[in-house]
Every structure is written in structure tokens, then in C-alpha cells.
Nanobody
Framework: QVQLVTSGGGSVQAGGSLRLSCAAS????????VGWFRQAPGKEREGVAG?????????YYADSVEGRFTISRDNYKNTVSLQMNSLKPEDTGMYHC?????????????????????WGQGTQVTVSS
């Protein structure tokens, strides 16, 4: 079974940066599909960013974060990171990483449907004005 450990959350002022990490055990990131999701109180869960299997992997970004967030993988460390720059108060929420062996229906589908087999415990991100 794949286990995901999420870290890197915290509190930051608007315009600041945070880097979230999702470390996996029990599977190889080179062929695993990984997504980041967030949910704020009173709001629906939103797919933030994702990366597909393969050498570099295709990527997905929500319109609200594109240009500010970057997802990347380190296969040697079995870690997927989410670099978050120019943070806004609306980015506040609980961030979860999720993984699937391959995202058989495609990364976009998996992100839209939150169709992942494994989920991490989440880390809180709070952005203040």
C-alpha cells in the first residue's frame, strides 16, 4: 500500500511563498500520478495541481493558481513538491496530496473527479492579508 506524508504547510502573509512536499513509500514516483487538492471552510474541494506518470510527466494547474504554483517530482527521493509563490488569502485551506498508480483515464480526469487511490493526511496553509 502506498503511504503519503504531507509537509510544508504553515502561515504566511499575502505575497509570500510556501513549498509543500508529498513523500511516498511503497511505490515509485516515476510511474505514479500525483495531485494536490485543497479545501477551505465552506467551500468545495478543488484540484490545484497534478503531475502524470512518465519521464517528466504532464501537468495540470487550476486556473486560479497557474503562473504562481509549480508542481515537480524528485524520483530519487520519491517526492512530489508544490512550490507556491505570490500566495493570496484565497489560497488558504487544507492541502492534501493524492496518488494513483497511473491515472488510467488521464490526469485531467483524475483531477476533475478526485479519482486517486491514496490520500495523504493534509497540511494547513493559511495566507493572511
Amino acid at each position: 500500500q502506498v503511504q503519503l506524508v504531507t509537509s510544508g504547510g504553515g502561515s504566511v502573509q499575502a505575497g509570500g511563498s510556501l513549498r509543500l512536499s508529498c513523500a511516498a513509500s511503497g511505490y515509485t514516483y516515476s510511474r505514479i500520478c500525483v495531485g494536490w487538492f485543497r479545501q477551505a471552510p465552506g467551500k468545495e474541494r478543488e484540484g490545484v495541481a497534478g503531475i502524470g506518470p512518465g519521464a517528466g510527466g504532464s501537468t495540470y494547474y487550476a486556473d486560479s493558481v497557474e503562473g504562481r504554483f509549480t508542481i515537480s517530482r524528485d524520483n530519487y527521493k520519491n517526492t512530489v513538491s508544490l512550490q507556491m509563490n505570490s500566495l493570496k488569502p484565497e489560497d488558504t485551506g487544507m492541502y492534501h496530496c493524492a496518488a494513483d498508480p497511473i491515472c488510467a483515464r488521464g490526469l485531467w480526469y483524475s483531477m476533475m473527479k478526485a479519482d486517486f487511490s491514496y490520500w495523504g493526511q493534509g497540511t494547513q496553509v493559511t495566507v493572511s492579508s
